[in-house]
């Protein structure tokens, strides 16, 4: 009777285990340093790098889902993602530092708007980054606690909370 019960808590310690792993994927760092700035006068956005190339080990995952974690909002504030992909010749993008169109379009002129089914490169040649771009409609603050990533690698399926914490003023 004690074995049985113990192999029945074994059981169920590692289903327990196993749907936690099945869940969580983990590729990515966790959300956590910040950057903070103005949106430059005249420009209509600010794109900012959420992941970085060589997080993986050249394998790509499926992004199911993204969505900002916003903290406060009172600019009006729209966000879009998009898979940016590395120029060849070029150096990975620091993106965090461009403000407008024609800034974002020559540093990722590729640019692919991030749908359920993208592909993103956690590794490799050419480098791939996940960009956010947030809109402010109005003056005021868009801020964010990260950004939740939905997405898919091998056998795991689940949400991360990514990328940094930002905190945009305009007007």
């Known amino acids: 009777m004690a074995g049985a019960l113990a192999a029945a808590a074994l059981l169920v310690g590692g289903g327990a285990y196993a749907w936690h792993w099945h869940t969580h994927p983990s590729v990515f760092p966790d959300a956590g340093n910040a950057w903070s700035g103005p949106l430059r006068e005249g420009r209509d956005f600010m794109a ?21 974690r916003v903290r406060n909002d009172t600019a009006g504030a729209s966000y879009e993602f998009f898979v940016c992909t590395q120029r060849p010749g070029q150096p990975e993008p620091q993106l965090g ?8 379009e020559q540093s990722c002129p590729d640019a692919e708007p991030v749908r359920e089914g993208t592909r993103l490169r ?14 402010m409609d109005e003056p005021g603050v868009a801020a964010t606690k990260g950004v939740e990533l939905t997405y898919a690698r091998g056998l ?16």
């Open 48 to 68: 900012i790098g959420i992941t970085y190339s060589g997080t993986g080990a050249g394998e790509s995952v499926v992004i199911e889902s993204v969505a900002p």
């Open 97 to 104: 530092m461009l403000s407008g169109q024609r800034s974002f």
């Open 122 to 135: 956690t590794g490799g040649t050419p480098a791939q980054q996940l960009v956010m771009l947030v809109r």
């Open 156 to 171: 795991q399926s689940g949400m991360q909370l990514i990328g940094p914490r930002v905190r945009l003023t305009s007007g």
